[in-house]
């Protein structure tokens, strides 16, 4: 999937798609936005903004993405408390399995109800329906699919088609 074929005006894909050994989804970063142009983006190749199950799957997800080309970039992930106040969950509905909050309570203002990562892999709440000169555009990084197709729950061979790669440090 290429920018060109995503609605012009949103975020575009900037780096992707990247596989990650331990995973079995897709990842891509987006250009700056805002939370709900991304997660259109996201709708429109079947996926959603990325869902960490671990630390180690944080961790693989900034080096290949969040400090893409060796910039750092800020984005927005996949959790939030926007449907009710004060309970975080991940984008799937599921409950706080993994966090790596950087600051002791993400809810001391409560518009602030979208978490977003920093290049160090810390979180913090942001405001994700303001866009105070252009200050709540972050880049977000989306997950798409399962691309296990052997169901080994490790991607190789049978899962790559031919003529393509992994590329997991996007040189």
């Excluded at 709708?43 to 990325?50: F, H, I, Q, R, T």
Aim: hydrophobic share 35%; charged share 20%.
């Amino acid at each position: 999937m290429t920018s060109a074929a995503l609605a012009s005006g949103g975020p575009e894909i900037i780096a992707g798609p990247v596989v990650i050994p331990s995973s079995t989804h897709e990842y891509y970063l987006l250009s700056p936005s805002t939370v709900d142009e991304a997660e259109s983006v996201a709708e429109s190749l079947d996926g959603k903004l990325v869902v960490f199950e671990s630390f180690a799957e944080q961790s693989a997800v900034i080096q290949a993405l969040s400090m893409w080309n060796g910039v750092p970039r800020w984005c927005w992930i996949g959790f939030s408390d926007r449907v009710t106040d004060g309970d975080w969950r991940w984008a799937t509905g599921e409950f706080r399995t993994f966090e790596s909050w950087g600051t002791a309570d993400p809810d001391e203002v409560p518009e602030r109800n979208q978490a977003y990562m920093t290049p160090s892999g810390l979180w913090f709440p942001g405001d994700p329906t303001s866009n105070r000169d252009g200050k709540n555009l972050l880049h977000s990084i989306i997950e798409v699919g399962n691309v296990d197709c052997n169901q080994n729950f490790f991607p190789d061979d049978s899962d790559i088609q031919f003529g393509e790669s992994l590329d997991l440090d996007g040189d």
